[in-house]
């Protein structure tokens, strides 16, 4: 199954056998734990359930710790389900490492939750432009008139209106990166390009949707 968890380490570069810079996301992908399946006769969907980070069972509270032991797998901290071909073929309790998952050459999708940004006004948050900064303009960067004065919708501000708020912190994927390297030893994924969130977030890695979909 093309499709692992891991946590972002940062950007850097690496050198291809042409001598050019190629600007890449590090990923470390440690083990992921098999800790259950979805069925289509159940659940109505066929999917894997992957775990990572193996916490004591006194960091628990006692309905996880009581379902983790009626599994008899090891206790992880982060569970996420993948919807790809060849789920179900993973047997519970064993380990997906990212070397079985990926081949240099791959094309991937990342998703993850991005920077957050906290609270933004129109112009960072939409990239509205502003008003004239002279003196005499008294508009510089608000966000301007919010509704029509019509009978018809006037009133109110309609659903959807571009405005000041919190900004970031919002599950992002994004499609088709190249993998550049596959480091077995040291569990590491390098991607040519950026991903979502700051350095240690969770991310998701999947086999891009536009390479399934050719295949198909």
């Known amino acids: 199954m093309k499709g692992i968890i891991g946590t972002k380490v940062g950007m850097t570069q690496i050198f291809d056998d042409s001598g050019q810079a190629v600007p890449v996301t590090v990923i470390h992908a440690e083990p992921n734990v098999v800790v259950g399946h979805r069925s289509l006769a159940k659940e109505g969907y066929d999917a894997v359930q992957l775990g990572i980070g193996e916490v004591p069972a006194h960091r628990l509270r006692q309905p996880q710790r009581k379902d983790w032991q009626q599994k008899r ?55 509205f432009h502003r008003g004239p900064m002279s003196h005499g303009s008294k508009y510089h960067r608000r966000v301007g008139s919010l509704a029509p004065r019509t009978s018809g919708g006037g009133g109110r501000v309609h659903p959807g209106r571009k405005m000041p708020g919190h900004m970031g912190h919002r599950r992002v994927t994004v499609l088709n990166l190249k993998v550049v390297r596959v480091d077995a030893d040291r569990n590491l994924l390098l991607l040519r390009g950026a991903i979502p969130g700051p350095r240690g977030s969770l991310v998701m890695v999947r086999e891009s949707v536009r390479a399934r979909r050719g295949t198909e």
């Open 73 to 127: 797998l090891p206790m992880v901290r982060r569970v996420r389900e993948f919807r790809l071909p060849g789920a179900l073929l993973l047997q519970a309790g064993s380990l997906h490492r990212v070397e079985a998952a990926f081949a240099n050459g791959d094309r991937v999708d990342v998703t993850g939750t991005s920077k957050g940004k906290g609270f933004a006004g129109a112009i960072k948050r939409w990239g």
